[in-house]
């Protein structure tokens, strides 16, 4: 329903490497494509090569196949369906325990991994930061965890008797030997009183993350949205005020979420609801009461935010907070929403910020003006980013998504230029093969990418933990973003890279 | 406006605690439906308690916060140690990319591995096409001298057979028949990451070594490191060896892999034991490990299949190395140099200097068994006490070794091993017997925050401290650094504690 916002893209002249500059730029990077492609079996290559692409203007998509399998032995970056749930969804709901239900180890990597943070008293009445496993044995694999898993659920509210509910975030072995989650939380749902959800994110679903996304979704549809309507029913929901609001989508990566609602607060909106990073069940269950989603990462929660719009009359609207330009263009998209209060708000709230934002830009534009940027996220930064990028004159060369629908190439459109390479699932041959090409001043992607590029001497950040830094989001975080893009690029470190005395015999020859 | 200052801008550190986003956390408590601060405190306050511990100690279904991970991580970090050999995990691919995290963010490297990327159908009908197409594409791609093959739950719960899917995949011609694809099954609810180091290593030297022995010995002695994660401490073996005039043969040596120069050019691959090297392991005089529970498989079929003896020697504190240069001494008949018994001196009389700040202090530790063994062995030499001893990834044999040891000092007297036991348990320890000292991953500074006790990061993973796994704990170098590290975070303690003006500082020492 919502359009994505667009990006206000100047008109640049296309970035062109010397040797090319002869060349038409779309055409020069599609014979790179089919360069790197040379290598794979057949049967891969066919595969790969519906994957990679480059943006051509006034295109409506950018011309890569999504969400298709990874090739099997390609080095693909994505995750699981289970990452996708316990992850990035539930995981960060801070007030209820969810179980890694399985195995030990999907629970023990993905302890304290995302940075989603929260505040609570961790282990009392808060759970971000704990790994809850069911550490499965041969016995359970033959045997069946359905008890196993019950008497758990018992432990763990008597040991942590604050916590508002439970979540069970199945592991791959859950679905296969036939274990029924579902009764087992029904039943001690009723026993301890509390909510317990049961997610089949089992991780050979779907190709990624993404499918554990849905079903996260499709979870707090089906165990956590009943509540609100007994509730309602009963009579026990307020109405709340015509300016509630939620926030969809933000996990609060070292803040992001804070960041973002310090501004929706600021234009006069009331955010009853924080998904998921910082948020706790209850604001789940008073979701349906608000009047209006405001989605950050529509990848992740789009299924939940067309549930709430179909089943309780509740439109949503995306927004992007990354960089003033967009955060300006989100607050007015958002505040026209609204009344003529909210909407003077909207521009008073812009206006305050102002000063702080051009000095940030007068600050770092100039140290970091016509530089180029290669982008490889998961399924929403991949886009989001770039006018932030722009903001601080930088300029984008290739991205793509580890995790991106169509829906998702589709909203890219209006964030990237001509010529722009696009890659989906990107395997690590192609991403070296690709960058080693472009040359890109900075490489912006995740840590198992982080120090190929820079044994390779390239500045690269973090764009999923924001390399330990943020929160990126809102006016502050944008300033946080332009230091943290200075730091990387202007670093000295990267001048050491090289004994001289190798330097210098490359002269000589 | 909260970034009031364009030249000192606030990350998250100090951000948040500016009094706009103070009154935004306020503000979001209205919405949250939270417990009352006064339960909030009174609970924590019981979580502190003899009676939560007995609650807590007589769970029996629930782990939370273990200590140990599963199988396949400890398998490709075997793998990784040979030259050009590409690990390749058979199952669902989420696992991969865990891995690839876990030990990228540890030894802040990179770390490359693939994935069969197996998917519903693969659940139903099997993973055979995707090792077969897996195996091609990865083979082309990356170009691997050697692809070592394990497998995730996925894989083991369906039951795929490796050896078959391999056999039927060379045939297909994913990749030439006489290339090596080792194999090890290692199911992650069976034993734990050191289980699955133990089984890939015995894959892949029983892959290598096929066919390969020979009529004489090649007089050299293997080294196993077991699940080693102080790249210091391959290259501490290797220095020792080669002071000693010693021929060995690394098995394996990742040690280049997780530790490599940045030249500006990427190398997928740097380092590793040579194939050959590794296939003529099999004619060595004898084998060294200097981990026995995470090489218990790997040892057994060295003593059977290659006929060789083998032993264990953990090179920690200085009995430890002592036994460990004593053995390289007596299965290669060379003295040990004067350069190392230099050493050895030196760091004895490092230890006598700091003796008195380290005599009876209490120490908690939680790790895996081998490395548990090894800083037991220093702390009960150094007169500190082991007091609660976690060990998640416990077993019957471990721990017997380890009573031996404890048995054999006074120091040791007062010391409960808590086997298969967690991170929720050794809180409840040190709330209710409390120690000077506790030793861990990075995962024991939330104990740290919720107990105070002073806490040294020795272990695998550690996220949040870097360069670390650079230096080595092995060797009497390596005693030095296990004594700096414990020494002075006891006295910057003692720092911390007499640091109020007026109050605590006359015992502020400027000379301790």
Same mark, same amino acid.
């Given at each position: 329903m919502t359009p994505p916002l667009s990006a206000p893209i100047e008109e640049k002249p296309v970035l062109e490497t010397p040797e090319k500059t002869a060349q038409n730029p779309v055409l020069a990077t599609k014979e790179l494509i089919q360069e790197v492609l040379e290598v794979y079996p057949d049967k891969a290559k066919k595969k790969r090569?519906?994957?990679?692409?480059?943006?051509?203007?006034?295109?409506?998509?950018?011309?890569?196949?999504?969400?298709?399998?990874?090739?099997?032995?390609?080095?693909?970056?994505?995750?699981?369906?289970?990452?996708?749930?316990k992850g990035v969804v539930w995981g960060p709901i801070?007030?209820?325990?969810?179980?890694?239900?399985?195995?030990?180890?999907?629970?023990?990597?993905?302890?304290?991994?995302?940075?989603?943070?929260?505040?609570g008293t961790t282990?009392?009445?808060?759970?971000?930061?704990?790994?809850?496993?069911?550490?499965?044995?041969?016995?359970?694999?033959?045997?069946?965890?359905?008890?196993?898993?019950?008497?758990?659920?018992?432990?763990?509210?008597?040991?942590?008797?604050?916590?508002?509910?439970?979540?069970?975030?199945? $592991?791959?072995?859950?679905?296969?030997?036939?274990?029924?989650? %579902?009764?087992?939380?029904?039943? +001690?749902? @009723?026993?301890?009183? &509390?909510?317990?959800?049961p997610v089949r994110c089992e991780g050979f679903r779907g190709v990624s993350q993404s499918l554990g996304h849905h079903i996260a979704n499709d979870a707090i549809r089906d165990w956590v949205f009943p509540q609100y309507d007994k509730e309602k029913k009963a009579g026990n929901i307020a109405d709340g005020t015509e300016y509630d609001v939620a926030i969809i989508g933000d996990y609060n990566i070292g803040g992001d979420a804070w960041s973002s609602r310090i501004l929706i607060e600021e234009i006069g909106l009331r955010v009853a609801a924080q998904w998921s990073g910082d948020g706790t069940l209850h604001e789940m269950i008073n979701t349906p009461s608000v009047k209006l989603n405001l989605v950050h990462c529509y990848r992740s929660m789009n299924y939940i935010s067309?549930?709430?719009?179909?089943?309780?009359?509740?439109?949503?609207? $995306?927004?992007?907070?990354?960089?003033?330009?967009?955060?300006? %263009?989100?607050?007015?998209?958002? +505040?026209? @929403?609204?009344?003529? &209060?909210?909407?003077?708000?909207?521009?008073?709230?812009?206006?305050?910020?102002?000063?702080?934002?051009?000095?940030?830009?007068?600050?770092?534009?100039?140290?970091?003006?016509?530089?180029?940027?290669?982008?490889?996220?998961?399924?929403?930064?991949?886009?989001?980013?770039?006018?932030?990028?722009?903001?601080?004159?930088?300029?984008?060369?290739?991205?793509?998504?580890?995790?991106?629908?169509?829906?998702?190439?589709?909203?890219?459109?209006?964030?990237?230029?001509?010529?722009?390479?696009?890659?989906?699932?990107?395997?690590?041959?192609?991403?070296?093969?690709?960058?080693?090409?472009?040359?890109?001043?900075?490489?912006?992607?995740?840590?198992?990418?982080?120090?190929?590029?820079?044994?390779?001497?390239?500045?690269?950040r973090q764009m999923h933990s924001w390399d330990y830094s943020g929160p990126y989001h809102g006016y502050d975080g944008f300033a946080i973003f332009a230091r943290d893009m200075d730091l990387a690029l202007n670093s000295p470190t990267w001048s050491l890279i090289g004994a001289p005395w190798k330097k210098a015999e490359i002269t000589a020859q | 406006m909260v970034q009031k200052n364009i030249d000192n801008i606030k990350d998250h550190v100090e951000l948040f605690h500016q009094e706009e986003y103070q009154e935004l956390f306020a503000g979001k408590k209205q919405f949250e439906g939270g417990h009352d601060p006064d339960l909030?405190?009174?609970?924590?306050?019981?979580?502190?308690?003899?009676?939560?511990?007995?609650?807590?100690?007589?769970?029996?279904?629930?782990?939370?916060?273990?200590?140990?991970?599963?199988?396949?991580?400890?398998?490709?970090?075997?793998?990784?140690?040979?030259?050009?050999?590409?690990p390749f995990v058979h199952g669902s691919q989420g696992c991969v990319s865990y891995f690839r995290s876990h030990f990228t963010r540890h030894f802040k490297e990179p770390f490359?591995?693939?994935?069969?990327?197996?998917?519903?159908?693969?659940?139903?009908?099997?993973?055979?096409?995707?090792?077969?197409?897996?195996?091609?594409?990865?083979?082309?791609?990356?170009?691997?001298?050697?692809?070592?093959?394990?497998?995730?739950?996925?894989?083991?719960?369906?039951?795929?057979?490796?050896?078959?899917?391999?056999?039927?995949?060379?045939?297909?011609?994913?990749?030439?028949?006489?290339?090596?694809?080792?194999?090890?099954?290692?199911?992650?609810?069976?034993?734990?990451?050191?289980?699955?180091?133990?089984?890939?290593?015995?894959?892949?030297?029983?892959?290598?070594?096929?066919?390969?022995?020979?009529?004489?010995?090649?007089?050299?002695?293997?080294?196993?490191?077991?699940?080693?994660?102080?790249?210091?401490?391959?290259?501490?073996?290797?220095?020792?060896?080669?002071?000693?005039?010693?021929?060995?043969?690394?098995?394996?040596?990742?040690?280049d892999y997780l530790d490599s120069p940045n030249t500006g050019e990427y190398d997928m691959y740097p380092g590793g034991t040579p194939l050959e090297a590794a296939a003529d392991s099999i004619n060595g005089e004898a084998t060294v490990a200097f981990q026995a529970y995470s090489t218990t498989k790997t040892r057994e079929f060295i003593e059977k299949e290659w006929q060789q003896p083998t032993s264990v020697v953990r090179p920690m504190g200085i009995r430890g190395t002592d036994e460990f240069l004593i053995k390289l001494s007596a299965l290669t008949g060379q003295p040990i140099p004067k350069a190392l018994e230099d050493e050895r001196g030196r760091a004895v009389d490092a230890l006598t200097d700091s003796q008195a700040w380290l005599h009876g202090k209490k120490v908690a530790l939680y790790g895996d068994p081998d490395l548990v063994i090894g800083l037991v062995q220093f702390?009960?030499?150094?007169?500190?006490?082991?007091?609660?001893?976690?060990?998640?990834?416990?077993?019957?044999?471990?721990?017997?070794?380890?009573?031996?040891?404890?048995?054999?000092?006074?120091?040791?007297?007062?010391?409960?091993?808590?086997?298969?036991?967690?991170?929720?348990?050794?809180?409840?320890?040190?709330?209710?017997e409390p120690v000077d000292l506790l030793i861990g991953n990075s995962y024991g500074k939330y104990l740290w925050r919720d107990t105070?006790?002073?806490?040294?990061?020795?272990?695998?993973?550690?996220?949040?401290?870097?360069?670390?796994?650079?230096?080595?704990?092995?060797?009497?170098?390596?005693?030095?650094?296990?004594?700096?590290?414990?020494?002075?975070?006891?006295?910057?303690?003692?720092?911390?504690?007499?640091?109020?003006?007026?109050?605590?500082?006359?015992?502020?020492?400027?000379?301790?």
């Open positions: 090569e519906k994957h990679l692409n480059v943006f051509e203007e006034g295109k409506s998509d950018c011309g890569v196949k999504s969400n298709i399998k990874s090739v099997p032995g390609s080095m693909t970056t994505r995750g699981c369906a289970y990452a996708g749930s801070k007030d209820m325990i969810h179980i890694s239900h399985g195995p030990v180890g999907c629970g023990y990597y993905s302890w304290s991994g995302r940075r989603n943070y929260y505040i282990g009392i009445d808060s759970f971000g930061t704990m790994d809850f496993t069911s550490d499965f044995q041969e016995r359970d694999i033959v045997f069946g965890g359905d008890k196993k898993l019950a008497k758990l659920i018992t432990e763990l509210d008597e040991l942590f008797p604050l916590n508002r509910g439970v979540s069970i975030q199945s $592991e791959c072995p859950i679905g296969l030997i036939g274990d029924d989650i %579902e009764a087992v939380a029904k039943k +001690a749902s @009723k026993e301890i009183g &509390k909510t317990v959800v067309r549930h709430m719009e179909e089943t309780y009359g509740i439109p949503w609207l $995306e927004y992007n907070f990354f960089g003033p330009t967009q955060i300006a %263009e989100s607050l007015r998209a958002i +505040a026209a @929403k609204f009344d003529e &209060k909210i909407q003077a708000n909207a521009e008073a709230v812009i206006a305050k910020y102002e000063a702080q934002t051009k000095a940030v830009i007068e600050k770092f534009l100039p140290r970091l003006k016509d530089k180029t940027v290669a982008l490889m996220v998961g399924g929403l930064r991949p886009r989001h980013v770039i006018p932030a990028f722009h903001d601080l004159g930088m300029k984008l060369i290739g991205t793509g998504y580890e995790f991106g629908h169509n829906d998702d190439y589709k909203r890219t459109t209006h964030y990237v230029e001509n010529g722009t390479l696009i890659y989906d699932d990107v395997s690590a041959y192609e991403f070296e093969a690709f960058i080693k090409e472009l040359k890109p001043d900075l490489v912006a992607s995740g840590i198992k990418e982080k120090y190929v590029f820079q044994k390779m001497a390239l500045p690269f | 909030v405190a009174q609970t924590a306050e019981w979580t502190k308690t003899w009676e939560y511990r007995e609650k807590n100690f007589a769970r029996e279904a629930l782990t939370v916060n273990p200590a140990k991970a599963c199988q396949p991580l400890g398998a490709i970090l075997a793998a990784v140690g040979f030259e050009k050999t590409l490359s591995a693939v994935s069969s990327s197996m998917t519903e159908d693969a659940a139903v009908f099997g993973g055979q096409n995707n090792m077969i197409d897996g195996l091609a594409t990865s083979y082309n791609l990356y170009q691997p001298k050697m692809i070592a093959v394990c497998t995730t739950c996925m894989a083991e719960v369906i039951g795929d057979d490796l050896q078959a899917f391999i056999n039927n995949a060379k045939t297909a011609g994913s990749v030439p028949k006489e290339f090596p694809v080792p194999y090890a099954h290692t199911p992650s609810f069976v034993g734990s990451h050191i289980t699955g180091y133990d089984n890939m290593l015995k894959g892949i030297l029983g892959n290598l070594t096929k066919g390969e022995k020979a009529e004489t010995t090649n007089g050299k002695i293997n080294f196993i490191p077991g699940f080693e994660t102080y790249i210091g401490n391959l290259r501490e073996i290797k220095r020792i060896a080669s002071l000693m005039g010693i021929n060995y043969t690394l098995l394996a040596d990742n040690s702390l009960l030499e150094i007169g500190a006490e082991p007091v609660h001893i976690v060990v998640s990834n416990s077993n019957n044999d471990f721990e017997a070794e380890l009573r031996a040891l404890l048995d054999s000092s006074p120091f040791g007297a007062g010391a409960t091993i808590w086997g298969g036991k967690d991170l929720w348990h050794l809180r409840s320890l040190l709330f209710t105070k006790v002073p806490f040294v990061r020795i272990g695998y993973p550690i996220f949040d401290r870097h360069h670390l796994h650079r230096y080595s704990t092995y060797g009497y170098e390596g005693t030095i650094n296990l004594l700096n590290w414990i020494v002075n975070t006891l006295l910057e303690e003692l720092d911390r504690n007499t640091i109020i003006p007026a109050k605590t500082d006359i015992s502020y020492d400027l000379i301790r």
